[in-house]
DNA sequence: GTACAGATTGAG
DNA sequence: TCAATCTGTACT
């Protein structure tokens, strides 16, 4: 089963799609060849209150107009000059609301076929495989992280208010996997300390329980 | 025009 | 623990 996910999924309430995304793949057509990762960790950013979201106090610039659209949108930002950040805009129209991607379960064709000659098992989350220059890759890290992620799917600018529902190059799909509520963790977003003890402290960050391709961030203050 | 901090990452 | 690297935003 393989379904594009179409509007009505993403213009859904934000926390119900934050939930419902875990699980659902991305899919994006690089050079005739599909990159494909599963969906297991994302965070909410619900402007205008939140006060850890670009569309706090309800302000509109270049950068995050794209938000106030309604949902299925693609909102990129460079972040420390350096890292792009995948947001799927969600809800309806005139609710800034977007869903930052922070990690994926990278789908490799024939990895398990591969394994036998060029993979090797180390310790309990140390799986290998051959990369684009020979060079040998840790899966756990290829898309641990939102930065990572975008590196992953070769994300850059030019996907800035990318229609997910429409584009030839990305979009979502449903291919039947259903994370129970009980396999969710919801726990407090990451790197946004600054927006004061109230908001810092919402658990909107979700992930699949036990998965281990979801990021690590350090602990920099007391969690 | 200028200053500054940030939804991160990987190296030391 | 720290630096890389750049843009939006809030000032002068």
């Known amino acids: 089963m393989r379904k594009r996910l179409k509007r009505d999924f993403f213009t859904q309430p934000t926390l119900k799609l934050a939930n419902d995304l875990l699980g659902k793949f991305i899919v994006r057509n690089w050079r005739c060849k599909k990159i494909v990762g599963e969906i297991v960790e994302v965070e909410v950013y619900k402007g205008p209150k939140d006060r850890a979201s670009h569309s706090f106090g309800g302000k509109i610039t270049k950068r995050n107009r794209i938000v106030y659209k309604e949902g299925g949108y693609i909102y990129i930002y460079l972040c420390y000059g350096m890292h792009w950040q995948l947001n799927i805009v969600s809800f309806l129209k005139g609710k800034p609301e977007c869903i930052l991607l922070r990690a994926l379960e990278p789908k490799i064709n024939n990895l398990h076929k591969k394994t036998n000659e060029n993979f090797t098992n180390r310790k309990s989350y140390t799986l290998k495989f051959p990369g684009a220059h020979g060079k040998l890759v840790d899966v756990y ?7 990572k992620l975008c590196k992953y799917l070769k994300l850059n600018k030019s996907f800035y208010g990318e ?7 990305i979009w979502l799909e449903d291919r039947g ?6 396999n969710i963790i919801a726990a407090k977003r990451v790197g946004i300390d600054y927006a004061g003890y109230y908001w810092s402290r919402r658990k909107w960050r979700f992930y699949i329980k036990n998965n281990p391709f979801v990021s690590f961030p350090r602990l920099t203050s007391k969690s």
């Open 141 to 147: 890290n290829l898309a641990n992280g939102p930065g």
């Open 163 to 169: 229609d997910l529902t429409r584009s030839k190059r």
């Open 177 to 182: 996997v259903r994370i129970k509520s009980s």
